[in-house]
């Protein structure tokens, strides 16, 4: 399928995949109706075992919603589009495979809210962060008050979200917002390679991973507990499991093949 805001590589059985409106590669229906069916259709293929994200251009990830779009709906499209919004992000959130954000510029508003919604994010030295929706009237309404807020706790999300203050890599790496801070021309080659580590594990293991941390931070300690032994069973009756068990008894790289 083609798509007119995304750029889609495979290769390494990694998918890089690239959101092409420069210069600061702002979200509408259309971009995330596309952003859907392209992570429908990469979680599908077999090929694929680890997607990086990332926005066209060094100034923006993604520099919110296109706010000309959104002036222009009533209480009915907007609630719309935002259901689309939110079914987006908790469909790359659970995917099945892991979702590295490259985060090259500006991460504002919906944009730091697609991010918060992958597996990892790698960030520019030079990338600004923010949720400035107080201050147009409005509040975040992809997932933001709380995907961050269990990254950060109660106190510092309603911070950064009652200010809407603009806030650097550095400061986002201290609060977990981010796993790593690169300069600038690192940032898609570091993704690509923690992508390509990614791609070379089982994968039914890393998706049980996936399952027991995001549906057991969910819940009580007693029920995730119960969440991972039922993940843990899952990935041990896989033929990977005995490829890497048994590769690491014969002292070899395994080799995974996903069943």
């Keep these: 399928m083609s798509y007119e805001y995304l750029i889609c590589e495979i290769y390494d059985k990694v998918a890089v995949v690239t959101i092409n409106r420069p210069p600061v590669n702002p979200l509408n229906t259309k971009v995330f109706n596309e952003l859907s069916n392209l992570f429908g259709e990469l979680e599908a293929d077999n090929q694929v075992r680890a997607i990086v994200l990332t926005g066209r251009g060094e ?26 919004s939110r079914e987006l ?11 590295i ?6 991460a504002l508003g919906g944009g730091l809210e697609l991010a918060l919604a992958c597996d990892l994010r790698i960030s520019s030295e030079k990338a600004k962060f923010a949720f400035p929706e107080v201050g147009l009237g409005i509040i975040p309404g992809g997932g933001g008050t709380q995907r961050l807020q269990k990254i950060v706790g109660q106190g510092v999300a309603k911070e950064l979200l009652y200010f809407g203050e603009m806030f650097d890599a550095n400061r986002a790496l201290e609060l977990n917002i981010v796993n790593k801070v690169v300069p600038v021309e ?3 080659p570091v993704a690509k390679e923690w992508a390509r580590k990614l791609a ?13 941390v995001n549906t057991g931070g969910n819940t009580d ?6 969440i991972e032994s039922t993940c843990f069973g899952n990935a041990f009756s896989t033929e990977d499991r005995k490829e890497g068990l048994t590769a690491f008894v014969e002292k070899r790289k395994p080799v995974y093949v996903g069943k």
């Design 200 to 212: 070379q594990k089982p994968p039914v293991a890393l998706q049980m991973v996936k399952l027991a």
């Design 101 to 106: 954000a490259a985060l090259n510029g500006l």
């Design 221 to 226: 300690l007693e029920s995730g507990l119960i």
């Design 59 to 84: 100034k923006a990830f993604v520099a919110g919603a296109d706010i000309n779009e959104m002036a222009n709906l009533d209480l009915v499209g907007i609630n719309k589009m935002n259901k689309i």
């Design 89 to 99: 992000f908790s469909k790359i959130e659970n995917l099945d495979k892991p979702v």
């Design 186 to 188: 690192e940032v898609l």
